[in-house]
């Protein structure tokens, strides 16, 4: 039980952790791809589960076991309008940073080697106001998955 708590103690804004099927059953229905009912989304949208801890981490939850795969969601409040001419572009460069390794997958090599291992499609991205992370694998990884996404939060190597 120690180790998931730690998943959740680091200071990052808000880490998200989202069923695929959740995304994708809000526009379709079923494998028809038939617009769905209100009725339908609005319970899904019930579903989501938010809770903010003590140190501002803000955590989400919507399950939905139609697809036995989850995403696994980080998104942290940066980017330009928190960077000066001095740190100018230094969100973005971080974000590209991020899948090259960390202390627990030290290099690119080995990081892409447990990416196939998991199953795992990942990718990022740098707006004005966030830089948004995320891994998408099957469900049995999840906890494999938050392992990977907290190594790379907590110890990047550049």
Do not use: W
């Not at 990022?124 to 939060?153: C, H, I, K, Q, W």
């Amino acid at each position: 039980m120690r180790q998931k708590k730690s998943l959740i103690n680091f200071p990052i804004c808000f880490i998200a952790a989202l069923s695929l099927a959740f995304l994708a059953g809000c526009a379709t229905s079923g494998i028809t791809g038939a617009p769905r009912p209100i009725d339908q989304l609005k319970t899904d949208l019930d579903a989501l589960k938010v809770e903010t801890l003590d140190n501002g981490l803000t955590l989400m939850l919507a399950e939905n076991d139609r697809v036995p795969l989850v995403t696994i969601v980080i998104a942290v409040r940066a980017g330009a309008f928190v960077e000066d001419e001095e740190y100018d572009g230094l969100s973005h460069l971080y974000e590209h940073m991020f899948f090259k390794g960390n202390r627990a997958i030290p290099n690119q090599e080995a990081y892409l080697n447990r990416v196939r291992e998991l199953g795992m499609s990942f990718n990022g991205g740098t707006s004005t106001e966030v830089v948004m992370y995320y891994f998408t694998l099957p469900s049995e990884n999840l906890e494999a998955g938050l392992r990977f996404m907290y190594d790379a939060v907590t110890g990047p190597l550049f």
